[in-house]
């Protein structure tokens, strides 16, 4: 199962990126979404998770400036990210927790620039 994530770039600091993901309906339904990222030299770290009745739960460093959102209808999670920081650069991770299972997608690239 392949989580399809996309909308990562280069940006200034000070900028705005949008990410999304994608997953089967069949998982997203049934899934807790979240969005995880890692720097070099770092462990990844969580960003950003919302549940399937819509809570959600932030990363200090992002609170205030990154808001996640999910369409059920359409199996699919975001990432609006405001007020980027050069240390906001990071490879994003989109994760489909289940009750048996995670699934993770590829990644894509964040990096902001000072």
């Known amino acids: 199962v392949q989580l399809q994530a996309s909308g990562g770039g280069l940006v200034q600091a000070g900028g705005s990126l949008r990410l999304s993901c994608e997953a089967p309906?069949?998982?997203?339904?049934?899934?807790?979404m979240a969005w995880y990222r890692q720097a070099p030299g770092s462990e990844r770290e969580l960003v950003a998770l919302?549940?399937?009745?819509?809570?959600?739960e932030y990363g200090n460093s992002v609170m205030g400036r990154f808001t996640i959102s999910r369409d059920n209808t359409k199996s699919t999670v975001w990432l609006q990210m405001n007020n980027l920081k050069p240390e906001d650069t990071a490879v994003y991770y989109c994760?489909?927790?289940?009750?048996?299972?995670?699934?993770w997608g590829k990644g894509t690239l964040v990096t902001v620039s000072s």
């Open positions: 994760k489909a927790a289940t009750f048996f299972k995670n699934y």
């Open positions: 309906e069949s998982i997203f339904s049934n899934s807790d």
């Open positions: 919302i549940t399937g009745s819509g809570r959600t």
